[in-house]
Nanobody, 113 residues
Framework: QVQFVESGGGLVQPGGSLRLSCAAS????????MGWYRQLPGKKRAFIAR???????LYDESVKGRFTISRGNAQNTVYLQMNSLKPEDTAVYYC???????WGPGTQVTVSS
């Protein structure tokens, strides 16, 4: 069973940066497209970024130009570099394969002064 573990969240001031990491286990040597999602307080979980096996990327408009998704050297490891953070980026951030597998615990990002 594929499982995901996210890390790197925390408290950051507006305008600051964070780098989130995600490691997948149980993929049995299969690579797949990976995505980052977030759940804002009181909202449903929503897509924000995707990276294909080929390396092509796609972003939601809300993060385009500020966030960068990339793959790590380990199979099915992805990162999310978040710059110019805003209070409205406060959310729990999740990674998953595409199509989605079981969701991991996520990592909390809080942007506040």
């Amino acid at each position: 069973q594929v499982q995901f573990v996210e890390s790197g969240g925390g408290l950051v001031q507006p305008g600051g940066s964070l780098r989130l990491s995600c490691a997948a286990s149980g993929s049995a040597g299969t690579m797949f497209d990976m995505g980052w999602y977030r759940q804002l307080p009181g909202k449903k979980r929503a897509f924000i970024a995707r990276i294909a096996v080929t390396g092509s990327t796609l972003y939601d408009e809300s993060v385009k130009g500020r966030f960068t998704i990339s793959r790590g050297n380990a199979q099915n490891t992805v990162y999310l570099q978040m710059n110019s953070l805003k209070p409205e980026d406060t959310a729990v951030y999740y990674c998953n394969g595409i199509p989605n597998y079981t969701w991991g615990p996520g990592t909390q990002v809080t942007v506040s002064s």
